[in-house]
C-alpha cells in the first residue's frame, strides 16, 4: 500500500491533516495481527509492572541509556541525558516549594522543555495541569480557581497577563518558559546542581487534570491518574507493535490529550526516538516522512 495513500485530498484541511499524521508515524511498518484478547493481554515479560507512570519511564530511559530518544531541531537527547535534565527541573520545582499532590498549571508553546517540564511534576510528584494556548483571560480564571495550582509557567509573551489572574486566584508562583527554551523557569533550572530523585506515589495517585473542551456546558476538570495513564499506554505499545527500533513523527500539541499521553508515553516506554516538531506543517512532515520511508 502507498504510505501516503490515506492521506490523499487532505492538503486544504491543516487540522484533519494533522491529526491524521501525527495518529502514529513510525519507522517500521508492520501488519495488523493482534486481536481483540491478545491486545488487553499483559505485556510481555520484559515489561516489569510499575507503580507509577514515571518509574515505567524511567526505568524504560535507563535500560538504554546512550539511545536517543528525544530530538528537537539541532538538539538531542540519550535517555540518560533526558533523565538527569528531568530531575534537575523537578530539583528546581521542589525549590519552589512544590509538594506531592501539588498542580502546576502550565500555558507554552511547544518545546524539548516542555517535555522535561512535564516528566518533571510527575517525578516532584505533582499534578500537571496542560492549558490550551488558545483560551483566553476568563478562561484562565475559571481553570485556575478551579484546580487551585500552586505553580503556573506561561509563555513569556503573556506572563503579565497570566501573572495578574494568578495572583488574583492565590497561585505562589508564576513562571515563564520559552519555545527557544529560555525563560525565568529555565534560570532556576541551571541553579540547581542535583536532579531530584522520583518522589515515590502510588499509582492511584492522580498525575493530570485535564480540562475538556466545553462543547456542551463548562469544562470539567477530568481527574486522571497515574494507572489510568500508564495502562493505556502499555495496552497500545502492544497493540501498535512499537519498539526502540521506530522514529515517532511527533507534530500535534503537548496540550492535546493524543500529543501528549499516547504519542509521548508510547514511545518514551518502548524507547521509540521521538522527532519533535514545534506543530504541524505539511512541507517538514512530507520532508521527514521521506527521510524515514523514500
Given at each position: 500500500?502507498?504510505?501516503l495513500?490515506p492521506?490523499?485530498g487532505?492538503h486544504g484541511?491543516?487540522?484533519?491533516g494533522a491529526?491524521?499524521?501525527?495518529?502514529?508515524?513510525v519507522?517500521?511498518?508492520?501488519q495488523w495481527d493482534?486481536?481483540?484478547?491478545s491486545?488487553?493481554?499483559?505485556?510481555?515479560?520484559?515489561?516489569?509492572?510499575?507503580?507509577?507512570?514515571?518509574?515505567a519511564?524511567?526505568?524504560?530511559?535507563?535500560?538504554?541509556?546512550?539511545?536517543?530518544v528525544?530530538e528537537?531541531?539541532?538538539h538531542?537527547?540519550?535517555?540518560?541525558a533526558?533523565d538527569?535534565w528531568v530531575?534537575l527541573?523537578?530539583?528546581?520545582?521542589?525549590?519552589?516549594g512544590l509538594q506531592?499532590?501539588d498542580?502546576?498549571?502550565?500555558?507554552?508553546?511547544?518545546?524539548?522543555?516542555n517535555?522535561?517540564?512535564y516528566l518533571?511534576?510527575?517525578r516532584?510528584?505533582g499534578?500537571?495541569v496542560p492549558l490550551?494556548?488558545?483560551?483566553?483571560?476568563?478562561?484562565?480564571?475559571?481553570?485556575?480557581?478551579d484546580?487551585?495550582?500552586?505553580i503556573?509557567?506561561a509563555?513569556?509573551?503573556?506572563?503579565?497577563?497570566?501573572a495578574?489572574?494568578?495572583?488574583?486566584?492565590?497561585?505562589?508562583?508564576?513562571?515563564t518558559l520559552?519555545?527557544?527554551?529560555?525563560g525565568?523557569?529555565p534560570q532556576?533550572v541551571?541553579?540547581?546542581?542535583?536532579?531530584?530523585p522520583?518522589?515515590a506515589?502510588?499509582a492511584n495517585?492522580?498525575a493530570v487534570?485535564?480540562y475538556?473542551?466545553?462543547?456542551?456546558g463548562?469544562s470539567?476538570?477530568?481527574m486522571i491518574?497515574h494507572?489510568?495513564?500508564?495502562?493505556?499506554?502499555?495496552?497500545?505499545?502492544?497493540a501498535?507493535?512499537f519498539?526502540?527500533r521506530?522514529?515517532?513523527?511527533?507534530?500535534l500539541?503537548?496540550?492535546?490529550?493524543h500529543?501528549l499521553?499516547?504519542?509521548?508515553?508510547?514511545a518514551?516506554l518502548s524507547?521509540?526516538r521521538i522527532l519533535l516538531?514545534?506543530k504541524?506543517d505539511?512541507?517538514?512532515?512530507?520532508a521527514?516522512l521521506?527521510c524515514?520511508?523514500f
Amino acid at each position: 500500500m502507498n504510505l501516503l495513500q490515506p492521506f490523499a485530498g487532505l492538503h486544504g484541511d491543516r487540522d484533519a491533516g494533522a491529526t491524521v499524521l501525527a495518529i502514529v508515524l513510525v519507522h517500521q511498518l508492520r501488519q495488523w495481527d493482534v486481536g481483540v484478547t491478545s491486545i488487553f493481554a499483559p505485556l510481555a515479560s520484559n515489561s516489569s509492572p510499575m507503580s507509577t507512570l514515571y518509574d515505567a519511564i524511567q526505568s524504560s530511559l535507563l535500560c538504554a541509556p546512550a539511545s536517543v530518544v528525544l530530538e528537537s531541531g539541532e538538539h538531542a537527547w540519550s535517555g540518560e541525558a533526558l533523565d538527569h535534565w528531568v530531575g534537575l527541573y523537578a530539583a528546581a520545582l521542589q525549590s519552589l516549594g512544590l509538594q506531592p499532590g501539588d498542580r502546576v498549571a502550565v500555558q507554552i508553546e511547544k518545546s524539548a522543555e516542555n517535555v522535561a517540564l512535564y516528566l518533571a511534576v510527575l517525578r516532584a510528584g505533582g499534578i500537571y495541569v496542560p492549558l490550551n494556548t488558545g483560551y483566553v483571560a476568563r478562561e484562565l480564571e475559571y481553570f485556575f480557581g478551579d484546580a487551585a495550582p500552586k505553580i503556573c509557567v506561561a509563555a513569556p509573551e503573556r506572563v503579565e497577563e497570566l501573572a495578574a489572574i494568578a495572583r488574583s486566584c492565590g497561585v505562589a508562583h508564576c513562571l515563564t518558559l520559552g519555545a527557544d527554551g529560555g525563560g525565568t523557569l529555565p534560570q532556576i533550572v541551571l541553579a540547581q546542581s542535583t536532579p531530584a530523585p522520583p518522589v515515590a506515589r502510588a499509582a492511584n495517585n492522580l498525575a493530570v487534570i485535564c480540562y475538556t473542551s466545553g462543547t456542551t456546558g463548562r469544562s470539567k476538570g477530568a481527574m486522571i491518574s497515574h494507572a489510568n495513564l500508564l495502562a493505556n499506554a502499555q495496552t497500545l505499545v502492544r497493540a501498535w507493535g512499537f519498539t526502540a527500533r521506530d522514529v515517532l513523527l511527533h507534530a500535534l500539541p503537548l496540550y492535546h490529550i493524543h500529543g501528549l499521553f499516547v504519542a509521548l508515553h508510547c514511545a518514551l516506554l518502548s524507547r521509540a526516538r521521538i522527532l519533535l516538531l514545534p506543530k504541524f506543517d505539511t512541507t517538514t512532515v512530507l520532508a521527514s516522512l521521506a527521510c524515514f520511508f523514500f
